[in-house]
């Protein structure tokens, strides 16, 4: 396997792909690919003839750049983890110049207030970065379906809405959360966590569990104060948000109403490494 550096390269392939009627899936990563990043490619390939893997650490995604700096970057082992989709898979995995030639910057963006909730509010400028690179590179790969994991569900709902406002001619689709036995959601900053701290982690998706478990019986407040009280405990770990949220526009609930569809929503600090999770409610 090897990587398409250019947009020249990889709008030839797409465009050869099309000519020969195959229909053509996105999944757009950071690399540092792992088995959520397979079950993600399988879930496309089960809809598509063949699937683009886009590997790009989006600089303008970050608002910390320590964790930009951190975040893992292994292209050799990403290639040889997809060698054996052969034919069925291209990478693409341009330079910063090739995507935002000299201007690394954000375009900014109204999501309509979804950018505001959560990870837009721990991680001001993040979803600007994300729509930007995301316009860039649903332009130049054009695809026909574009796939997102609802372990970042936030994302999955602004890109929807991205390509509305650009008026993008792709279908987004959402795939499920990929974990561990334990119940951790595989995450390429996983690899960062500390055996002691892989041992604590399974704590994010058992209190999910919990969340949904009592979601039918315990009201908002209670469910906000059990998931508190739970890593209260825990030496290492900090809580960094819990939300409850209707899945339509993000915003929090204090209480719940009937035929809204919600998620709860968790990002933990273990260490210095962020993690993220969610889960169906209802
Ligand atoms: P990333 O490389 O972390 O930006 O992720 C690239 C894509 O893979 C995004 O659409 C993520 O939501 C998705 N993804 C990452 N981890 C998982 C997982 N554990 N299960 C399902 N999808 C995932």
Redesign the pocket.
């Known amino acids: 396997m090897h990587a398409i550096t250019t947009q020249e390269k990889i709008q030839q392939t797409v465009s050869e792909l099309h000519k020969n009627k195959r229909l053509v899936g996105f ?6 690919l ?4 397979q ?2 490619i399988d879930f496309a390939l089960e809809q598509c003839d063949h699937v683009v893997v886009s590997i790009f650490v989006n600089p303008t995604q970050f608002n910390n750049q320590d964790d930009f700096d951190q975040y893992p970057r292994s292209l050799e082992r990403d290639l040889q983890f997809l060698q054996p989709y052969g034919d069925k898979v291209s990478v693409y995995a341009p330079s910063v110049e090739d995507i935002y030639a000299d201007q690394v910057t954000a375009t900014s963006y109204d999501f309509g207030g979804l950018e505001r909730e959560m990870e837009g509010r721990y991680r001001p400028g993040h979803f600007e970065g994300v729509g930007t690179v995301l316009n860039r590179l649903f332009r130049i790969v054009k695809p026909d379906k574009a ?6 569900f936030q ?2 709902q602004i890109v929807r809405k991205l390509v509305t406002i650009e008026n993008l001619p792709v279908e987004i689709i959402g ?5 561990q036995a334990d119940g951790l ?4 900053r996983n690899q960062r966590l500390s055996y002691e701290q892989l041992q604590k982690a399974p704590l994010i998706f058992q209190t999910l569990q919990q969340v949904q478990e009592d979601f039918g019986t315990k009201n908002v407040r209670a469910l906000n104060e059990m998931v508190q009280a739970r890593f209260d405990g825990v030496e290492g770990f900090d809580l960094e948000y819990f939300e409850i949220a209707r899945e339509s526009d993000l915003k929090t609930i204090s209480r719940k109403q009937n035929k809204e569809k919600y998620r709860a929503f968790i990002a933990v600090f273990a260490g210095e490494v962020r993690l993220i999770d969610n889960i169906a409610l209802n």
């Open positions: 999944v757009p990563t950071m690399g540092a792992h088995h959520g990043h079950a993600l796939f997102f994991g609802e372990k970042d994302q999955l795939a499920p959360i990929y974990r959601a595989m995450s390429s």
